[in-house]
């Protein structure tokens, strides 16, 4: 299951990345690689820097010192410009409270993210669509976030960070704030784009979220990595 993995392209290369806000530090040295295909969750204590981690190789902030590489882009020498459309077109997030727009139905909460990379309404719709009866929730496509279970806003969520066909997608808590069952669905959710060969990297507090939808492991304490292994899923 996990040999073709092994041998993918290096997606993301984190290279001694250090950040520091004020005095305290959240990250303090961190490299790793992560290949084309491989799902990795990243576990540890709350505060210990693993949404910083996200957000560094989301370009959402920058690296205090140290380099971070994803799909060929140096993100850390990238200016707003660069950074912006680093963004839209590498990279997909989930978070845990959705990020959704409030003012925008479902469907064109997902159809904006194309139309933001330049993509036509009609051919970004199109795509919405398509995004959103693949995860189920086309029926709800005229709805307005606040009319839709948090299962299901975390469905659309997915669908807008798939828009683009990012090269990785990032999930940062992505079950933490839905019941148990639209947990499950949801990390099915996630096993199921792996297999189909999305790149994945989770940050969860849920074990069985990282059992599930992981290849390997990597858990931190205070801003560094402190073991990791592979996992076997149990599919
Ligand atoms: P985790 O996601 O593992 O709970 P975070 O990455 O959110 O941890 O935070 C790591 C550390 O960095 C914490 O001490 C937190 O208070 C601090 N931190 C994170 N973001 C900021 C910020 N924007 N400004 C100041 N401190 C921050
Ligand atoms: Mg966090």
Redesign the pocket.
């Known amino acids: 299951m996990t040999s073709e993995n092994s041998t993918g392209q290096v997606v993301v290369r984190l290279d001694d990345v250090r950040k520091e806000?004020?005095q305290?530090v959240?990250l303090d040295g961190v490299s790793l690689e992560i290949r084309a295909g491989e799902a990795v969750a990243v576990m540890?204590p709350?505060?210990?820097?693993?949404?910083?981690?996200l957000n560094m190789i989301a370009g959402l902030d920058r690296p205090s010192s140290g380099t971070i590489n994803v799909h060929g882009d140096d993100v850390g020498s990238l200016n707003e410009t660069g950074l912006a459309l680093f963004r839209r077109h590498r990279i997909g997030m989930v978070f845990q409270f959705f990020n959704l727009l409030d003012d925008l139905s479902a469907i064109d909460n997902v159809a904006l993210a194309a139309q933001l990379t330049g993509t036509s309404a009609r051919e970004a719709r199109k795509r919405a669509l398509e995004l959103l009866d693949n995860l189920g929730v086309a029926d709800r496509r005229n709805n307005y976030p606040a009319t839709l279970s948090g299962g299901q806003r975390q469905r659309v969520a997915v669908a807008r960070a798939l828009m683009n066909r990012p090269a990785l997608l990032l999930a940062d808590e992505p079950t933490g704030a839905l019941d148990r069952q639209s947990g499950e669905q949801v990390m099915k959710l996630l096993l199921d784009l792996n297999q189909m060969g999305q790149t994945l990297l989770i940050?969860t507090h849920d074990p069985l979220l990282a059992e599930r939808c992981a290849s390997r492991l990597i858990e931190?304490e205070d801003?560094r990595i402190a073991r990791e292994s592979a996992l076997e899923r149990a599919v």
């Open positions: 806000y004020g305290s959240a540890g709350s505060g210990c820097g693993k949404s910083t981690l940050v931190f801003g």
